[in-house]
């Protein structure tokens, strides 16, 4: 009788590049002209414990127009709805474990019926070895409701710097910084995706 033993696992993929990220997918600009807010970029890479980049991951976000609503059928509240602005995009990594997106500044969106939540923009994260994406969010450093956000008040002091998008400003245009961080000393809060969802 031969013996049954299990094979080593491996990990299927990831299959981002010939499938969500053909040139006719990406999503990397999420405001095209005309969209009402204010204009910014977000750039940043993934880097992995040992501050390696991630060159095969995939970035996606989803966030509340400049008016802070989201373009979503759940979103019903009274509050002007852009057209052209969906709120979703996706960006791949590069060699070097970068992404981008060019979108506007959200709004901020309620927390419970006396407190909103700061602005920010909800992230999903895939990767070689991720079966669960990871989920997170950027906030602004330079924007004062950060500071009072309550859900980022939910995350020990210490680490809630790595939830924060640091400005700069290149060619007369505003970019924000952040780079998401897998594992180690360093790495980037994430958050249950079902916690996220009661309180997005």
Same mark, same amino acid.
């Given at each position: 009788?031969?013996?049954?033993?299990?094979?080593?696992?491996?990990?299927?993929?990831?299959?981002?590049?010939?499938?969500?990220?053909?040139?006719?997918?990406?999503?990397?600009?999420?405001?095209?002209?005309?969209?009402?807010?204010?204009?910014?970029?977000?750039?940043?890479?993934?880097?992995?414990?040992?501050?390696?980049?991630?060159?095969?991951?995939?970035?996606?976000?989803?966030?509340?127009?400049?008016?802070?609503?989201?373009?979503?059928?759940? *979103?019903?509240?009274? /509050?002007? @709805?852009? %057209?052209?602005?969906?709120?979703?995009?996706?960006? +791949?990594?590069?060699? =070097?474990?970068?992404?981008?997106?060019?979108?506007?500044?959200?709004?901020?969106?309620?927390?419970?019926?006396?407190?909103?939540?700061?602005?920010?923009?909800?992230?999903?994260?895939?990767?070689?070895?991720?079966?669960?994406?990871?989920?997170?969010?950027?906030?602004?450093?330079?924007?004062?409701?950060?500071? *009072?956000?309550?859900? /980022?008040? @939910?995350? %020990?002091?210490?680490?809630?710097?790595?939830?924060? +998008?640091?400005?700069? =400003?290149?060619?007369?245009?505003?970019?924000?910084?952040?780079?998401?961080?897998?594992?180690?000393?360093?790495?980037?809060?994430?958050?249950?995706?079902?916690?996220?969802?009661?309180?997005?």
């Amino acid at each position: 009788m031969t013996s049954r033993l299990p094979t080593g696992s491996q990990t299927v993929g990831p299959f981002f590049h010939d499938c969500l990220l053909r040139e006719d997918a990406r999503r990397n600009i999420l405001a095209p002209p005309g969209v009402a807010g204010q204009r910014i970029r977000i750039e940043g890479c993934i880097l992995d414990g040992d501050g390696a980049p991630v060159p095969d991951a995939m970035v996606e976000i989803w966030q509340a127009n400049s008016y802070g609503r989201y373009n979503h059928p759940v *979103d019903s509240r009274d /509050l002007p @709805l852009d %057209p052209q602005f969906s709120g979703f995009g996706r960006s +791949a990594t590069d060699e =070097e474990g970068a992404f981008w997106f060019e979108t506007i500044k959200p709004g901020p969106v309620p927390f419970d019926k006396q407190r909103n939540q700061a602005p920010h923009i909800c992230v999903a994260v895939f990767g070689r070895g991720l079966l669960n994406h990871l989920y997170t969010r950027i906030y602004f450093a330079d924007d004062p409701a950060t500071a *009072d956000d309550p859900v /980022l008040a @939910l995350v %020990p002091a210490e680490r809630r710097a790595t939830l924060l +998008a640091r400005p700069t =400003e290149v060619d007369g245009s505003l970019v924000y910084r952040f780079d998401i961080i897998l594992q180690g000393s360093a790495e980037t809060v994430f958050f249950d995706y079902q916690e996220l969802e009661q309180l997005r």
